[in-house]
C-alpha cells in the first residue's frame, strides 16, 4: 500500500495563478483532511471531508475549496493564489475505528 | 476552545540519554484521544504514539513510551536511548472523540548529538 500520496511535491506560482493539489488514500479510509503548515507552527485544518460526498470547513478555509472526488482522492484548489498561501499543505486519512490520522508526504507551495 | 500547549521550543540530548517532551491540553470533554507526531527534515508526518484516554495505561511502542496524567491534562513523550534518527520536530495533538479537528501543538525541536 502506498499510505497517502500527494502531486505535486513542489510548486511556484504567481499571484492570481491558479491551481489543484491532488490527494489519494489507499487505505479505505471514509475520512480525509487538508492541513497547512506554516514556519514554526503546528498545522492548521482547511477543509476535511467525512465521508465521500460531503465537505467542511475547518480552522483557515478562505481562498480555498475542495473536492472529494471518490473515496480514494480529496482535492484543494487555490482559485487565486495570495502570497499569504506560501505554505506546506499536507493531506491526511482517518482510520475510523483507531480515530488516528495518517499525512501524506506533503506539498510544498511558494506564492510569489 | 480546545488547545494544545508544548511548553519546550528546543531540545538538545545526547545519543543514548533519555529525553522527555512535555505536552499539556485543555478540552471540556472526558473522551478524546492524544497523539505524538515526529516530523524530520523531510517533512513528513509520522505517527510515533497514541493514547486514548479512557485508557489508565500509559502507552508504549519500542522506545517511545508516554506519561498520561487525566487529572492534569497532561501528556509526556519519553525517548529511550535516544537516536540520531529521532532527531526532528515533534508535535503533541489532540482529538475529541467523534470530532474531526486535530489540534496541534507549536511543537517542540529535539536534535540527538553524536
Known amino acids: 500500500n502506498a499510505g497517502v500520496t500527494q502531486t505535486p511535491k513542489f510548486q511556484v506560482l504567481k499571484t492570481g495563478q491558479s491551481m489543484t493539489l491532488q490527494c489519494a488514500q489507499d487505505m479505505n479510509h471514509n475520512s480525509m483532511y487538508w492541513y497547512r503548515q506554516d514556519p514554526g507552527m503546528g498545522l492548521r485544518l482547511i477543509y476535511y471531508?467525512?465521508?465521500?460526498?460531503?465537505?467542511d470547513k475547518g480552522e483557515v478555509p478562505n481562498g480555498y475549496n475542495v473536492s472529494r472526488l471518490n473515496k480514494r482522492e480529496f482535492s484543494l484548489r487555490l482559485e487565486s493564489a495570495a502570497p499569504s498561501q506560501t505554505s506546506v499543505y499536507f493531506c491526511a486519512g482517518k482510520e475510523g475505528r483507531r480515530e488516528t490520522q495518517y499525512f501524506g508526504p506533503g506539498t510544498r507551495l511558494l506564492v510569489l | 476552545a480546545q488547545t494544545v500547549t508544548q511548553s519546550q521550543p528546543e531540545m538538545s540530548v545526547q545519543e543514548a540519554e533519555t529525553v522527555t517532551l512535555s505536552c499539556t491540553y485543555d478540552?471540556?470533554?472526558?473522551?478524546?484521544?492524544l497523539f505524538w507526531y515526529k516530523q524530520p527534515p523531510s517533512r513528513q508526518m509520522i505517527l510515533v504514539i497514541r493514547?486514548?484516554?479512557?485508557?489508565?495505561q500509559n502507552a508504549t511502542e519500542n522506545r517511545f513510551s508516554v506519561n498520561f496524567q487525566k487529572a492534569a491534562k497532561s501528556f509526556s513523550l519519553k525517548i529511550s536511548d535516544s537516536q540520531l534518527g529521532d532527531t526532528a520536530m515533534y508535535f503533541c495533538a489532540f482529538m475529541n472523540q467523534g470530532a474531526q479537528k486535530l489540534v496541534f501543538g507549536q511543537g517542540t525541536r529535539l536534535t540527538i548529538n553524536p
Open positions: 471531508s467525512a465521508s465521500e460526498g460531503t465537505t
Open positions: 493514547q486514548e484516554a479512557y485508557k489508565q
Open positions: 478540552t471540556s470533554e472526558s473522551n478524546y484521544y
